[in-house]
């Protein structure tokens, strides 16, 4: 677990995200979390009234516009939120000279290269929310030479809503699941995302800022599967806590269809954030053990 030195506010946007809550929950009393109607996309003045009055040290974007399908109707939403919103911070943040971690998506990618992406791969997004995110790390370099963009896939917590949440009260109530088994990624722990952040700012804190960590890094649980294999994974652990096992059939992407494309494999590779930063994200089935039972030991709210 990484510990923080002494030093200013870290600004966390976000709300109650999962990011941003497991940012709260491991990051200290130096984190200041903010969320909407304080800090709004949709409110552009706000965002500098926050960053002015809090006047951070480091400032990490975790909101974004993150309903993929509604995007491709409520653009305009999506664009203030996942681009000129960020933009706009990261233009703020240049003026104070604070560094900004910037929190991006696999979405970017088209899913057919047919191999891990590398951070110098083209982005080749097929959805309003992959554009709208690709625009907005584009502009975030741009405006702010200190900024870390961080991609990430697939993440889920004990807190927050997500897919691991879902399977266990899916798998809770019905004999038979059917979950996609044709797409592949990598499934992230918040907690391990956050955990990646909180050891980029201490480096930055300890070293001093270096031109070299500026730029784009890949930030995802090691190790691949599929929804289908995530899906079982999770309730193989979940059985280890008493509950029963449903059948879980794979289905093909066509089968399950969406109004935004989903990439068929956006596998990521992290070896860029380890060879910078010294960080190394674990593997995604070491991660959904704890996050499992960390779900089953605590009462439902």
């Known amino acids: 677990m990484v510990t923080l030195g002494a030093g200013g506010p870290i600004l966390v946007t976000g709300g109650a995200g999962q990011l941003a809550t497991s940012l709260v929950n491991l990051g200290g009393t130096r984190i200041v979390r903010v ?33 993929v399908d509604m995007a491709e109707t409520e653009v305009a939403g999506a664009e203030r939120a996942n681009r000129e ?10 003026e104070r000279d604070i560094p900004l971690i910037h929190v991006s998506t696999d979405y970017v990618f088209s899913g057919d290269k047919g191999a891990p992406y590398v951070e110098t791969d083209p982005v080749s997004p ?38 691991v949440r879902t399977m266990i009260n899916a ?11 044709d797409q592949q990624g990598n499934p992230t722990s918040a907690d391990d995302l956050a955990e990646a ?3 980029i700012i201490a480096r930055i804190e300890a070293e001093g800022w270096k031109p070299d960590y500026a730029g784009l890094y890949h930030a995802c649980g090691t190790g691949e599967t599929t929804w289908h294999g995530l899906a079982d994974a999770t309730l193989d652990e979940a059985a280890t806590h008493g509950q ?41 089935r070491e991660s959904l053990r704890r996050t499992v039972g960390a779900l089953f030991s605590t009462p439902a709210a």
């Open 244 to 284: 029963a096992k449903p059948e879980i059939l794979a289905i093909r992407t066509q089968d399950w269809p969406t109004p935004a494309k989903r990439p068929a494999d956006s596998r990521m590779d992290n070896s860029k954030l380890a060879a910078t930063f010294g960080f190394h994200m674990p593997h995604w």
């Open 171 to 181: 798998g809770a109530k019905n004999p038979t699941l059917k979950v996609v088994g």
């Open 126 to 163: 097929d959805t309003v929310y992959g554009r709208t995110k690709a625009e907005g790390e584009s502009l975030v370099l741009a405006a702010n030479p200190k900024s870390v963009i961080l991609r990430t896939a697939w993440v889920y917590a004990a807190h927050g809503k997500n897919f």
């Open 197 to 199: 952040i909180l050891a």
């Open 35 to 67: 969320g909407r109607p304080e800090f709004d996309f949709d409110a552009p003045g706000s965002l500098r009234r926050v960053i002015e009055a809090i006047a951070p040290s480091v400032v990490v974007n975790a909101a974004a516009w993150t309903a």
């Open 85 to 94: 919103g960020p933009a706009e911070i990261a233009k703020i943040c240049a």
